[in-house]
């Protein structure tokens, strides 16, 4: 009953969050439940039917509270209860700073917690139902400090209008999702520790194996997908045999880890373990486990929103769910060998390159950032005049970052794995409402940005205008919608992402094509040479000297 409890508290809790966003009633009573309960392995869960017929189940356990003595430990099995659960709402987010009212993905307020770790499950209409329904399966992103499947862009319910069951779940970021420690190694059974996050993801996936069925879902038929962070997830779980059986296909959107040796190893992650222990004034592992969470995050660094401190956490190889990087791994041969479809938006990169306003600027920071190949990659990315400059040096930009990331994914996979690829680019720019202004960014240059793709690809366009008009849609972009996650349902059906209204072939690194969806939805080349090139570029030095960052 205990899990129970701590939902029923953090419920009572984060009342005041869900009444900003529907008020008391809605927030409170279940106008259409969704049919009987269904049996889980922990329980009954009970669900409601929203006005589509889509079925919902809402901030369903998969995991012990990681809380208390939990915290820092690797997910336990959800405990049993008696009763039925009533599934009908999200739950909070696991604890991380909060957002500005005045970004670009402002969704509005959501309770946060260290009692987070459930996952919602929405399912097709009953009358519309197949079978086994392919399963999606949604990680956020967020840098690995931030992000939560409450995020209404990451709502479910037109793919499930479509015949397909989707699931998004939380994990633990941050400081509480990554820190290693040696006395955390000490009382590990396996060893290790840190990669709490994405221990969770797994024992998110096992719940998934173990339970979606009863929601229609087929458990021998899971695709992961996940953006940015959560891309970067999708590949560590590709790369650790802690995945193997879990899923059958991935996708991954402007993130990997898999072209990178940079993960730093356990012995990198537990000093950074000692680093937080001291700046806490902690003396011991208990006492650590004793302060308020709040108190933890006031000391990372790179969370994307201000964090103040100066301290690095992230994904390392701690010898049990990652016996080696991923980059080692997928060149033994030894990942999780599926079919993957990976991309890029168009304008996602950024740096000193296209941000230079002459063509002094940009041959200065040219030779600042590549030293002795400089003279090559002025060839290699010419301007002329300065003009060009923005152009050319956004291509610079993307294929030596993140273009370069998703392709070294794709190659390795084609050197060593049988299952095939498929690669994309997203160009389309957003019908900004005119005089829209955002603290993040200016719609008048951020083009195609990071993350610009997800509401395409789930249908959650309107999700962007929630409590003011940010965008004006067109037909042409809810047209360009409809076909992106009909791409995504038949590859989740299939392995291969051609739909009845899309011809997608596969990617093979001899004939390097990708399916571009912008204005238009076509397939183009890939600047094969100048990729080739980038490869041989060094990469960035790491930020900070403190171990333990994830080298994404």
């Known amino acids: 009953m205990t899990s129970v409890i701590d939902h029923a508290r953090r419920l009572t809790l984060g009342a005041l969050a869900v009444l900003a966003l529907s008020g008391a009633a809605s927030a409170q009573v279940v106008e259409r439940p969704a049919g009987e309960p269904v049996a889980t392995e922990g329980g009954l869960v009970a669900g409601?039917?929203?006005?589509?017929?889509?079925?919902?189940?809402?901030?369903?356990?998969?995991?012990?509270?990681?809380?208390?003595?939990?915290?820092?430990?690797?997910?336990?099995?959800?405990?049993?209860?008696?009763?039925?659960?009533?599934?009908?709402?999200?739950?909070?987010?696991?604890?991380?700073?909060?957002?500005?009212?005045?970004?670009?993905?402002?969704?509005?307020?959501?309770?946060?917690?260290?009692?987070?770790?459930?996952?919602?499950?929405?399912?097709?209409?009953?009358?519309?139902?197949?079978?086994?329904?392919?399963?999606?399966?949604?990680?956020?992103?967020?840098?690995?400090?931030i992000g939560s499947a409450g995020m209404a862009n990451y709502d479910g319910e037109a793919m499930a209008r479509k015949g397909v069951v989707f699931v998004n779940l939380n994990y633990r970021v941050g400081a509480l999702g990554f820190l290693a420690h040696p006395e955390l190694t000490a009382e590990s059974p396996h060893h290790a520790s840190g990669n709490y996050a994405l221990l969770d993801q797994v024992a998110a996936l096992k719940w998934i194996k173990a339970n979606i069925a009863r929601f229609g879902g087929d458990p021998d038929n899971v695709t992961i997908m996940g953006q940015s962070a959560g891309a970067a997830s999708v590949s560590y779980l590709q790369a650790s045999p802690l995945g193997k059986g879990l899923f059958q296909h991935v996708v991954a959107m402007s993130g990997s880890a898999v072209g990178s040796n940079r993960t730093s190893d356990l012995a990198a992650g537990e000093a950074t373990g000692l680093a937080y222990q001291k700046a806490l004034g902690a003396a011991s592992l208990d006492a650590m486990r004793q302060l308020p969470a709040d108190r933890i995050l006031s000391l990372q660094a790179d969370c994307q929103l201000g964090c103040a401190g100066s301290i690095r956490v992230g994904p390392i190889v701690d010898g049990y769910f990652l016996p080696k990087s991923p980059r080692e791994i997928f060149a033994d041969g030894t990942q999780n060998d599926v079919p993957i479809m990976v991309g890029f938006t168009h304008d996602e990169s950024g740096g000193p390159l296209k941000a230079a306003k002459t063509v002094a600027a940009y041959e200065a920071a040219t030779r600042d950032l590549y030293k002795d190949k400089a003279d090559a990659f002025l060839k290699a990315y010419p301007v002329k005049s300065d003009d060009q400059i923005r152009a050319v040096g956004g291509d610079a930009a993307r294929e030596t970052a993140v273009e370069a990331a998703m392709r070294n994914w794709a190659l390795l996979q084609a050197r060593t794995g049988k299952a095939p690829v498929y690669i994309y680019m997203f160009s389309r720019v957003h019908p900004y409402t005119p005089g829209v202004v955002f603290a993040d960014h200016d719609p008048k240059t951020v083009g195609a940005y990071h993350t610009a793709d997800v509401p395409y690809w789930f249908q959650t366009q309107d999700s962007l205008n929630l409590f003011r008009q940010?965008?004006?849609?067109?037909?042409?972009?809810?047209?360009?919608?409809?076909?992106?996650?009909?791409?995504?349902?038949?590859?989740?059906?299939?392995?291969?992402?051609?739909?009845?209204?899309?011809?997608?072939?596969?990617?093979?690194?001899?004939?390097?094509?990708?399916?571009?969806?912008?204005?238009?939805?076509?397939?183009?080349?890939?600047?094969?040479?100048?990729?080739?090139?980038?490869?041989?570029?060094?990469?960035?030095?790491?930020?900070a000297p403190v171990p333990g960052r994830p080298r994404d």
Not at 495 to 512: F, Q, R, V
């Open 48 to 145: 409601k039917t929203l006005a589509s017929d889509v079925r919902a189940y809402l901030g369903v356990p998969y995991a012990k509270p990681p809380v208390r003595e939990l915290r820092w430990r690797e997910p336990q099995p959800v405990a049993p209860w008696k009763g039925v659960y009533n599934a009908d709402r999200k739950s909070p987010e696991c604890i991380q700073v909060l957002r500005a009212h005045n970004l670009n993905h402002y969704f509005g307020e959501e309770a946060t917690s260290e009692d987070c770790l459930y996952l919602n499950i929405w399912t097709p209409p009953a009358a519309k139902a197949p079978a086994k329904a392919p399963v999606l399966v949604w990680i956020y992103g967020g840098g690995f400090t």
């Open 470 to 543: 940010t965008r004006t849609w067109t037909a042409y972009d809810r047209t360009l919608s409809d076909r992106m996650s009909n791409a995504i349902i038949a590859f989740a059906t299939s392995g291969d992402p051609s739909a009845a209204d899309l011809a997608w072939p596969k990617w093979a690194p001899k004939s390097e094509k990708l399916m571009e969806f912008g204005d238009s939805v076509r397939l183009l080349p890939m600047n094969s040479k100048r990729l080739d090139f980038a490869a041989t570029l060094p990469q960035p030095a790491p930020p």
